[in-house]
């Protein structure tokens, strides 16, 4: 028990306070500059309702800059804050650190289902939209991946004829392939850029599926099917009762890989197409430079990515036990 606790609890929480102190040691941080020489600033400060005690009080937050401090006054920030610079400063300065990022999204996260604008939503309702798209390309994905994978694994021939065409358009983008699918779809009005969206996210994320399904059958043992014909079972029991159980931990590593693959296609798609989701709401905060909403978008896109390999992971397993 003790050691599941550090595998699967310390173990990851020691690897994320390294990145968010390495992301928090090269990121910037917001500073004020006083431009003004000190004397100019303390004559403004005095000219107030109890000016000298005020002074008094702020002048070591003056010299330092501490603008919290000062702000903590409203009088007398008031009265001095044109005389401050702002600038960022660190190795990245213009990098947002934690906090800055934390403070930012909050709202996004404190109210996950919020709709304020059709841009401006929770991040659980962006996360849905992008959710219940993904799950409609990859089953289309599945659909065709799969039977194409026996295909090729059964017959030589079928692999000959399209396993050139299948290297040719496994590696091509995401990015490529959504504006031949606004092409394909332009007759289907506003629906063009969802059917796009699923055309590529079903092309781009089968042919790990295809893959591994062709390798899985290649790689069932002879004997198996020679007790299969001895039996005299018909295509359909050695398909069901033979070729399909013993396929299926690879399958399962193409669906996986699948997975992987359809939820980067989806932000690719969103980015492309202006959609409300997880990755149209990061091109909307890449266009209007708001660094900390880039950086929240790409950590939930990311924490996504990792609950749905492991939720694969658990049907795999539980595929496994029954099997």
């Known amino acids: 028990m003790n050691k599941f606790k ?3 609890l310390i173990l990851p929480l020691i690897g994320v306070a390294i990145m968010l102190a390495l992301w928090h040691g090269l990121a910037g941080k917001k500073i004020h500059v006083l431009t003004t020489g000190i004397d100019e600033v303390g004559a403004l400060v005095s000219a107030l309702p109890e000016g000298d005690a005020k002074l008094k009080a702020v002048r070591a937050q003056l010299a330092s800059g501490n603008v919290e401090a000062l702000k903590a006054t409203p009088d007398v920030w008031e009265a001095v804050k044109d005389s401050f610079e702002e600038k960022r400063v660190g190795l990245i300065p213009d990098l947002p650190n934690v906090v800055e990022t934390w403070v930012s999204s909050k709202p996004y996260i404190i109210d ?3 709709k304020r604008g059709e841009m401006d939503q929770g991040i659980l309702r962006f996360t849905w939209y992008s959710l219940v798209l993904v799950a409609q390309g990859y089953a289309i994905a599945l659909i065709i991946g799969v039977p194409l994978g026996f295909f090729l694994g059964l017959s030589k021939t079928f692999t000959k004829m399209f396993d050139p065409l299948i ?3 496994r590696p091509v983008s ?3 392939w959504l504006p031949l699918g606004l092409v394909l779809f ?3 009005g506003p629906e063009a850029g969802t059917y796009a969206a699923l055309f590529t996210i079903a092309l781009c994320g089968m042919w790990p599926t295809v893959l591994n399904t062709a390798v899985g059958v290649r790689a069932v043992p002879q004997d198996y099917l020679n007790v299969g014909r001895v039996l005299k079972l018909s295509r359909w ?3 069901t009762k033979i070729l399909i159980p013993a396929t299926l931990p690879y399958m399962f590593t193409g669906f996986r890989l699948s997975l992987g693959i359809a939820w980067l296609a989806i932000v690719a798609a969103e980015m492309l197409t202006g959609r409300p989701g997880a990755g149209g709401f990061l091109w909307q905060e890449y266009n209007a430079l708001i660094y900390e909403h880039i ?3 790409i950590l939930t896109i990311g924490i996504v990515g990792l609950i749905l390999d492991r939720l694969m992971s658990l049907v795999e397993a539980r595929f496994k036990a029954i099997s």
Do not use: C, N, T
């Open 6 to 8: 550090l595998d699967w």
């Open 112 to 114: 996950p289902w919020a």
């Open 167 to 169: 290297q040719v358009l």
């Open 174 to 176: 995401p990015l490529a």
């Open 186 to 188: 332009m007759r289907a």
């Open 237 to 239: 029991k050695m398909l």
């Open 295 to 297: 950086i929240f978008s």
